[in-house]
T-cell receptor, first 113, second 115 residues
């Protein structure tokens, strides 16, 4: 089955620093999604990517859909304490009625004030 | 605001009892919803795909008689954990598929503790 490798597994940074995390896949994805999960909550969608090469921003967050369609990265600029949480990438392989997502294992971000 | 509502957020039950968790899409219709289970410090594990008006599709290793799924309307799916045991204690999360946007929106999760 599909596998997503997400790195790094965890990051400890100082407030104000930029952050970068990425996911690589063994399969081609048609959609890449980035979610953030706070403790005891469900994942919240940050950015959705639909086309190879697409670069999309949401405030201080920027994500790109890799040209090969097998990778994606998420950047967070000028981090703040509320950025703390677990970030998950997720990909969808095909169209049609198969809507299942494959999730990365997550990146735990800690921001020191 | 939230587009998917999940209830309850936390439930404690005795071993042997059944627990029902509801998942509602609030401002869109969802023919497809998903149920996940998440262990501490791990990623989401898909349990089953809930299809409106038809039987759910379970992932390999998930007991369909243990985890009953009903998707009777376009905005509501329910997961019933039958004859719960302590090993069923976990964080259960639902999502609803918004097909026109090709996005899954997640509920806030349900923490189940079986004593």
């Amino acid at each position: 089955g599909q596998q997503l490798n997400q790195s790094p597994q965890s990051m400890f940074i100082q407030e104000g620093e930029d952050v970068s995390m990425n996911c690589t896949s063994s399969s081609i994805f048609n959609t890449w999604l980035w979610y953030k999960q706070d403790p005891g909550e469900g994942p919240v969608l940050l950015i959705a990517l639909y086309k190879a090469g697409e670069l999309t921003s949401n405030g201080r967050l920027t994500a790109q859909f890799g040209i090969t369609r097998k990778d994606s990265f998420l950047n967070i600029s000028a981090s703040i304490p509320s950025d703390v949480g677990i970030y998950f990438c997720a990909g969808r392989v095909s169209g049609g009625s198969n809507y299942k997502l494959t999730f990365g294992k997550g990146t735990l971000l800690t921001v020191n004030p | 605001g939230a587009v998917v509502s999940q209830h309850p957020s936390w439930v404690i039950c005795k071993s042997g009892t059944s627990v029902k968790i509801e998942c509602r899409s609030l401002d869109f219709q969802a023919t497809t919803m998903f149920w996940y289970r998440q262990f501490p410090k791990q990623s989401l594990m898909l349990m089953a795909t809930s299809n409106e008006g038809s039987k759910a599709t379970y992932e390999q290793g998930v007991e369909k008689d243990k985890f009953l799924i009903n998707h009777a309307s376009l905005t509501l799916s329910t997961l019933t954990v039958t004859s719960a045991h302590p090993e069923d204690s976990s964080f259960y999360i639902c999502s609803a598929m918004r097909t026109e946007k090709n996005i899954q929106y997640f509920g806030a999760g349900t923490r189940l503790s079986v004593l």
